[in-house]
Every structure is written in C-alpha cells, then in structure tokens.
T-cell receptor, first 114, second 112 residues
Framework: NAGVTQTPKFRVLKTGQSMTLLCAQD?????MYWYRQDPGMGLRLIHY???????AKGEVPDGYNVSRLKKQNFLLGLESAAPSQTSVYFC?????????????FGPGTRLLVL | DAKTTQPPSMDCAEGRAANLPCNHS???????VYWYRQIHSQGPQYIIH???NNETNEMASLIITEDRKSSTLILPHATLRDTAVYYC?????????????FGTGTRLKVLA
C-alpha cells in the first residue's frame, strides 16, 4: 500500500511549456485534491474531484486543468507555464465525504518555471 | 466561511507541553476543527480533529472552548521532531462536498 504518490518529484520548465503532474492513490478513495504551496504560505486548493469523471474548481484554478479519468489517478495540467506557477504542488485524497474523514497527502512535486 | 487565526510562530522547550492556539470565531455549528502539521516541506500530516468535545489521541490533545470560537492543540511532551508548521483548519462545506482551507499556520520550534 503506497498511499498517495506523485510524479515527478521535481521539474524545471521554461515559460510557455506545458506539463502534466500525476497523482495516484491505491486506497480506493473517492475524493482527490490538488494544492499549491508558496514560500511562507499555507496550502491553496487548485482543483478537486469527488469521483471518477468529475472535477471542480478550488480557490486558485486559473492556469490549470485537471482530469480524473480513472478513480485512482488525478492529473494536473499546465498548458502554458508561467513563472507565477513556480511552487510546490501537493495532491491529497480521502475515502469519502464525511466530516470525520481526514485527507492523506502525497510527498509533493517541486516545479520551477523559468 | 469560517476562517482561522493562528500566531505565526512559537518556541517550546524540549520535554515541555506545547500549546498552540487557534481562533475560529465564525465557525458554524456543523463545522469540525482539524489540525495538521507539515514537517520541512513534506506533505501535511493529520494530527487530530474535533467538533465540540475535547479529544485526545496518541499524538496530541485538542481543547475546544464551549462557544467553539477557539481551540488549543496540546503536544504534551514536545520533542525536536515536533518542529513543524501547524495548521488549524475549519472544514468548509461547498457544493455538496468538503474542502480544506489552509491558512499560514504556526511555525513551532522545539528547542533543545
């Protein structure tokens, strides 16, 4: 049971390039989330998904797209990377949408956009 | 939506209790208080959560005031490994599901 994994761990992009961050969980969780964390700030929710085939916007969705084609995977896409998207990205999941359930976080992906 | 306020930083001597306060004066009746921590840029780690009553687990205790406008996370015997950023979060319902809003947290430094 690997929990929540993220690929890649680190990436450097040039402005305007595109890339996809992959989040995978093997816990059969329904709900998955993408956050970004900037220096000295807490986590901000980008997008989330309540099940396969569904996605919704969070606090800071602009410049990102997501897809949840399979229950275990949640992809975060940057179509045209900008320096403002330099950040650490965390994926999280939780088993169902009940108040007592907690989120499980991945190790993070560090992205640098030059 | 309820928001939380935490002091930006605190120090605590190793072996002593660390008491981390959190204000959430606009919390509504069905919202829980959760605590997470983040050690050196790793993914956040769940610590404890509660609704009204005080809660205790193997990691910490959570004290929620009777009016629920504030809470305190207690690490009973802080160790150097407890040095981290601690986030107090009130769970927000939206569009039939729930999402976490993380603030800036409290940076706890445990001193030897």
């Amino acid at each position: 049971n690997a929990g929540v994994t993220q690929t890649p761990k680190f990436r450097v992009l040039k402005t305007g390039q595109s890339m996809t961050l992959l989040c995978a969980q093997d816990m059969n969780h329904e709900y998955m989330y993408w956050y970004r964390q900037d220096p000295g700030m807490g986590l901000r929710l980008i997008h989330y998904s309540v099940g396969e085939g569904t996605t919704a916007k969070g606090e800071v969705p602009d410049g990102y797209n997501v897809s949840r084609l399979k229950k275990q995977n949640f992809l975060l896409g940057l179509e045209s990377a900008a320096p403002s998207q330099t950040s650490v990205y965390f994926c999280a999941s939780n088993p169902r949408d009940r108040l007592e359930e907690t989120q499980y976080f991945g190790p993070g992906t560090r992205l640098l956009v030059l | 939506d309820a928001k939380t306020t935490q002091p930006p930083s605190m120090d605590c001597a190793e072996g002593r209790a660390a008491n981390l306060p959190c204000n959430h004066s606009t919390i509504s009746g069905n919202e829980y208080v959760y605590w997470y921590r983040q050690i050196h840029s790793q993914g956040p780690q769940y610590i404890i959560h509660g609704l009204k009553n005080n809660e205790t687990n193997e990691m910490a205790s959570l004290i929620i005031t009777e009016d629920r406008k504030s809470s305190t996370l207690i690490l009973p015997h802080a160790t150097l490994r407890d040095t981290a950023v601690y986030y107090c979060i009130v769970r927000l319902p939206t569009s039939g599901t729930y999402k976490y809003i993380f603030g800036t947290g409290t940076r706890l430094k445990v001193l030897a």
